[in-house]
Nanobody, 125 residues
Framework: QSQLVESGGGLVQPGGPLRLACVGA????????IGWFRQAPGKGREGVAC????????HYTDSVKGRFTVSRDFANNAVYLQMDSLKPGDTAVYHC??????????????????WGQGTQVTVST
């Protein structure tokens, strides 16, 4: 059974960094566009970032540009989301997901059919 497993969430102070990992189990993440999504309490799901199969194309939602970086680790079958300068508004459950879609609208959740269980990120003093 194909699964994605996220890790790296936790509690961090405003301005601090955190790195999330998305590892494939029974799925080679290098064959798919991988997206990161988040959902805060009482809010809808938001596409944060996505990366193409080769890693050459990356898209970010405006609120995280310049602060978040998505990257691939082919050797470890993983995709990372490096989050810097974190703000309280970044608090959410973060999920990664996989899709065969390879276009420019990869931050839209409707393209994705394999999802991880999520990891909680809390930015607070």
């Amino acid at each position: 059974q194909s699964q994605l497993v996220e890790s790296g969430g936790g509690l961090v102070q405003p301005g601090g960094p955190l790195r999330l990992a998305c590892v494939g189990a029974g799925i080679s993440v290098g064959h798919y566009t991988i997206g990161w999504f988040r959902q805060a309490p009482g809010k809808g799901r938001e596409g944060v970032a996505c990366i193409s199969t080769g890693g050459g194309l990356r898209h970010y939602t405006d609120s995280v540009k310049g602060r978040f970086t998505v990257s691939r680790d082919f050797a470890n079958n993983a995709v990372y989301l490096q989050m810097d300068s974190l703000k309280p508004g970044d608090t959410a459950v973060y999920h990664c997901a996989a899709t065969a879609y390879s276009g420019d609208f990869c931050t839209s959740a409707s393209w994705y059919d394999t999802w991880g269980q999520g990891t909680q990120v809390t930015v607070s003093t």
